[in-house]
Each structure stands twice: as structure tokens, then as C-alpha cells.
């Protein structure tokens, strides 16, 4: 008996030891973009020992004690591992996942990575979009960004200009999913035809200064890399309204798919955004629309997208002087406000303000005034660019992989001003378009043009701006060996725009009289033109790109290094359908001398503007070279710290501005913009805290000049 108590109490005693052998791995696992938690993650610390998150993104595993990898994955995100010791007590590991970039994104849009690439750039991530955004233009999320200033100029929506380190977003390459948004011809972005861009952007990041991109693309102060959602996003589905203190509304809605069965993804989204902003009279009436289908097979992604955003906003255009607006923001900068005050009014069209009236107050709007009981601004921008991408990415093997874009974008639309004078109300400062419409509803009749109709002496016209632009970009990328990594690509773009100015609105008019066109007879019935005629200009531009580029990148231990070339080829060409014709011989070219009525004698023959030689007055083509090189090294100091270097010089085309003038004519000997960049750095890296310091040096020569 007594043997058999000890026995008892022995295993008793063996049985305790055994259970208090064990403890539990347990945590929460998150989206390190959102901070939400991601239900569903799979959890695994060795074969047969799994589990999954709960609704809460939490874990918990019994294991014994001992030594384990425990290794998190998710669809759409990068797997993580991490080591650790278990003994009898319970063990916490949080995580933070990233979500997975596509290669293909990878490759395209040349994205840069913490304690990798050696340059100055920030990530906003979908956490802060979603939270800060709201009804603002994207640029506008960029003012925490070091370097950066965004400004909503006169507070219009999608009026919105960015800056990097000084420079304009003229001369700050915009990408969308690798391919390029910048104007061909003046590098301007227009982020009203952006709008809803937003809703569906899985990452953003600026890089600061000559940044990581490959292409020849004019990024002297810098690249901003936006990446849109598709098949490796999370599923997901929502509606969101939206309104801010000034009565502007925006209703929108989105869905993302992830991966379908048989491989298929569908992101889908659209939005409304109504009201008005925060200057007076600036209204917004848009819509918005995202749709990306895509396939995914064994070795291949095929990718089609189209969005848009058809848009007509109220603009604060006018530049004054700021104690029109407020007279104490003047005083404390020292402007003389009363100088200002007594001049505003010494025209019937300056009547801003008087000494009397004093400051009109910041949300005074100049370009607006009453028309039959209603607000009517004199500057409207509407456009609508339609942008249609398809691509492919094929993973040939381990070290091969390739992706090409094929893009297109159609823009038209443009801007309205006032054609001729309207008067200012003394009293409140607004354009009197009142009294322009009565005076043209009863303006005299011009019986050489219609025996019963007005002709409007102040009208509205259209600066118009319509564009069909084509491109290629295509990329191979190759694993040369464990730490070597080499690219090639071309890129390829064909750009053509129209740019006329038209009747938008005749004021209660019944037509107006223009007789701009050369190439027509003067006077009726040609020079009357109605709403939507063409009228001052009309030309065309036409700019050709075609280029090659190459990288290599090296990277072991705690360096890492890239060197960049690119070559290109830009061709300018202007064609003017206002302008007199240009007599094309075999021999010579003799231009703008066959208007309508014109005759030329050349060699003994006569010559009309309905010879066969007579043409549009069209420029010869402009071809310019242009290469660029970069490069760039990083070293990781220790686990927390890392310093970079890199440097570049860019040899661009000038602009087109710089080539052509608006009469048709070339300038002489335009030269290539060259840029000299180096910059220094050197990061600081906690899971709560970082820092950074940059040092930079930029020469730029022959800038162009900023207007178009």
C-alpha cells in the first residue's frame, strides 16, 4: 500500500513537471498600412502546428518548450518570420505586415525601399489616405512630406500645385502605375482630370530630388509614384460619403476583388463630388471612375485598366495683392496697404476695393459676378482624359522577368475668359456681367452680318487643350547572380495636341465677330461665329519620344548600389491652321505668304491658295538627344542607422515652349536643359521613431522659362 501511494505521488509529481514544460506563442497580426487587423492570417511554428487569426486578427498556439520559427502569411502580403524561445510562460509576437508589391509595379514604377535605395523619399500610406484625404486633391496629403509644399492656389478643387525642394511639378515626374502623367509639352500635371485617384491607391511615394526612376523623364526636384490596387490587394468593398465645412460634397464607392478563382481580379471604383469650395463662385460639379480587370496564369498577369474623371469647376484665377483680401495678414508683411487701396480703382474694370471699403475679405473671388440672379464666373475648367492601360508580366524563370505597358490617355476640354472688358460693381468689387448682357441684348444691329441679330461685344471663349497621346514602356529585367540584378527597356510615346479657343458663351448675344482665320475671307458669313466655333488660334503640336534605358544594382551585406543611363530622342513639330499657307516647292519652302486672296510669284509662277503647293503653315521637325546618368550607394551601418550617397546628370530636350514660338516661327539654336545633382544623406530607424538628414547640391542650366 504504502509502495503504491509513492508511485501515485510520483507521477503525480512527473505529470506537473510535464504540463508546466509548454507555454503559448500568441499576438495580433496587422495591416502596416491601415494598422487594421488582417482575419485570417495563417500562423505556422512547424509542420502540423498551425493556426489562423481570428475576427480580431489575434492568435494563440500551445507549443512545448523550446526553439521555433514562426512564419505569418496572408494573401496580398509579404510573409514574415521571426525566431524565438519558448519556455513555461507565454510568449507575444505582434506583427506588422506589408502589403506585397506586384514585381511588375516593382519593375515599372520604380519604387524605393528603406535601407536599400540610396535616396530621399517618404511613403503615405493607405492608413493616412484614407483618414487625411477627404474631399482635397491628393497633393494636398504631401504637406507633412519633408521637402514638399502643396498649395490649393485660389481654392478651387483640382486646382491644386505641388513642390519639391523648390521645384514645380512641371519639373517633377507624376507616375500612375509606372507610365508617366506629365504634359508632353510643358510638363504641367492637371490634377482635377486625377480626381477619385485616391480611392483606389494602394501606395504613394515622393522621392525627393533625382529620385530611382529609369526612365528620361525630367524628375530634377523630384518623382511621386502612385500605385493603384489590384488582384494582390485584400477583397474588400465600401461606400463613403464625404463633406467639408464649405459645402462640398463627394460620395464614393469601391471594390477590390483580390484573387478569383481561376486567377481573375476586378478592382472597380467611382465617385461624385459636388458643392462648393472655399473661394466664392468656386463650384465643382465631378465624377470619377476606376476599372481594373486582371488574369493571373502560371507564368503570366495580364492587366486592362480605364479611368477618368469628368469634371467643370469654378476657379479664383486673378493674382492681387493681399490687402484686397486682408488688410491685417498685410500690415504684418509690411505691404502698404493704403497705396493699395487707393489704386485698386482707377478703372471701372480694377474696381476691387476703395480706402472706404477696405479688405474684400479671404474668400473674395474677383472672377465671378450676378447674371440674372445667379453667381456666373468668368473662369471655368472643364476636361475629361480618359487614360486606358494594358499590361503584361511574364516570369519567364528565376531570373528573368519582363513587363510592358501599352497606354493611352484622350483629353479635351480646356478653360474659360472673358473675351473683351466687363466693368467691376463699385460697391462690391464682382464683375458687373449684368450690365454686359443688357448691352449685348440690345446691341446695335450689324446688317452685313445678320439683319436681325445682336452681336455680343463681351463673351466668353474656351482656351481649349484635346490631346491623344500614345505610349510603350517595356522592361526586362535580369538576375545576373546572387547579388547582381541588371534591367533594359525602351519607352515610347507619341504625343499630338489641339489647342483653339472657342465661343463658350455669348452673354445674351446671338453670335460674335472674329476674323482671326487667315485662310478665310474677312466679314460675314465667316467671321460670324457662334457657340463652339473656333476663333483667335488654332494649332496643333506634336512631340515624338522614343528612348532606351539600362540599370544595374548590386547588393551584399549592408550594401547596396545602382548606376542608371538613358538615352532619348525628342521631336517637336507645330502646325498653325489660323496662319497663312506655306508654299512647299521641290526646291524651297517659303512660309505664310498664301492667306486667303494672297497670290505668290516664284520663278515666273504664279501662285494661290489653292495650288496644290499651298499647305498648312507647318514647322520642319525639331530632333533633340538626350541622356542621362545616375547612381547611387547605401550602407546599413548597424540595425537602426544607414547613410546613402548618389549623383546624376541629366542632358534633356528643351520644352517646346523654347522651340516654337506662337507664330509658327522657330527660335534660334534652342539648347538642352543640363542638370548636375549630388546629394548626401543619412537615416535613423526605430519601430516608433525615425529621422532623417539630407544634403543636396542642384546646378540646373538653361531652364526653361514657365510659362507655355
Sequence with gaps: MKKNCLLLLSFFISFSIFAQSGGEIKGTIKDASTGETVVGASIMVAEGKATTTDINGNYAIKVDSGSYTVTISYVGFEPKKQKVKVGNKSVTLNFSLETKTLTEVEVVADVAKIRETPIAFSTISVKQIKEELGTRDLPMLLNSTPGVYATEQGGGSGDARVSIRGFDQRN??????????????????????????????????????????????????????????????????????????????????????????????????????????????????????????????????????????????????????????????????????????????????????????????????????????????????????PQFNFSHFWTANEKLNVSTVLYMSLGKGGGTGIRGTVDRDSTNGQLNFQQAYNFNINSAINASYSPTEHPSNVYLRASNNNHKWYGLISTWNYKVHQNISAFIGIDGRYYRGAHYQSVYDLIGGDYAIDNSDKNLPGGAPHG??????????????????????????????????????????????????????????????????????????????????????????????????????????NYNINDHMNAFVNLGYLNMAPRMNVVFDNNNKAFLHPKNQKVYAIEGGYGLHYPKFASNVNLYYTLWKNKPPSYT
Excluded: C
Design 172 to 385: 517633377i515626374a507624376v507616375m500612375v502605375d509606372g507610365v508617366p502623367v506629365n504634359d508632353m509639352e510643358n510638363g504641367q500635371v492637371y490634377w482635377s482630370n486625377w480626381d477619385g485617384l485616391g480611392d483606389i491607391t494602394q501606395s504613394m511615394q515622393v522621392q525627393r530630388g533625382l529620385g530611382a526612376s529609369k526612365l528620361a523623364i525630367a524628375s530634377v526636384g523630384g518623382t511621386i509614384n502612385i500605385i493603384t490596387k489590384g488582384i494582390d490587394s485584400k477583397f474588400g468593398a465600401g461606400v463613403k460619403q464625404e463633406v467639408n465645412s464649405f459645402g462640398l460634397y463627394k460620395t464614393s464607392f469601391g471594390f477590390n476583388s483580390g484573387q478569383l478563382k481561376g486567377g481573375w481580379g476586378i478592382t472597380l471604383a467611382g465617385s461624385r463630388k459636388w458643392g462648393t469650395s472655399y473661394a466664392d463662385a468656386t463650384f465643382t460639379d465631378a465624377y470619377s471612375y476606376f476599372l481594373k480587370i486582371q488574369k493571373r496564369f502560371k507564368k503570366h498577369l495580364f492587366s486592362l485598366s480605364a479611368n477618368g474623371a469628368p469634371q467643370s469647376h469654378g476657379q479664383r484665377s486673378d493674382k492681387l495683392s493681399l490687402a484686397i483680401y486682408s488688410e491685417k495678414l498685410a500690415r504684418d508683411l509690411n505691404i502698404n496697404v493704403d497705396s493699395v487701396y487707393k489704386y485698386s480703382g482707377t478703372a471701372p474694370f480694377q474696381y476691387h476695393t476703395t480706402a472706404t471699403q477696405g479688405e474684400r475679405g479671404i474668400k473674395y473671388n474677383p472672377n465671378w459676378g450676378e447674371l440674372n440672379g445667379e453667381k456666373f464666373n468668368d473662369r471655368v475648367n472643364f476636361f475629361h482624359k
Design 528 to 633: 460670324l461665329k457662334r457657340v463652339g466655333d473656333k476663333v483667335t488660334y488654332f494649332n496643333e503640336a506634336i512631340v515624338m519620344w522614343g528612348g532606351a534605358f539600362a540599370q544595374v544594382e548590386y547588393k551584399k551585406n549592408k550594401w547596396s548600389t545602382f548606376l542608371t543611363g538613358t538615352i532619348s530622342e525628342t521631336g517637336y513639330q507645330r502646325i498653325d491652321y489660323f496662319k497663312k499657307k506655306d508654299l512647299v516647292l521641290p526646291d524651297t519652302t517659303i512660309a505664310q505668304v498664301l492667306g486667303y486672296g494672297n497670290t505668290y510669284t516664284y520663278n515666273g509662277v504664279t501662285y494661290t491658295p489653292d495650288s496644290p503647293e499651298a499647305k498648312t503653315s507647318t514647322t520642319v521637325r525639331k530632333w533633340f538627344l538626350g541622356y542621362t546618368f545616375k547612381g547611387g550607394a
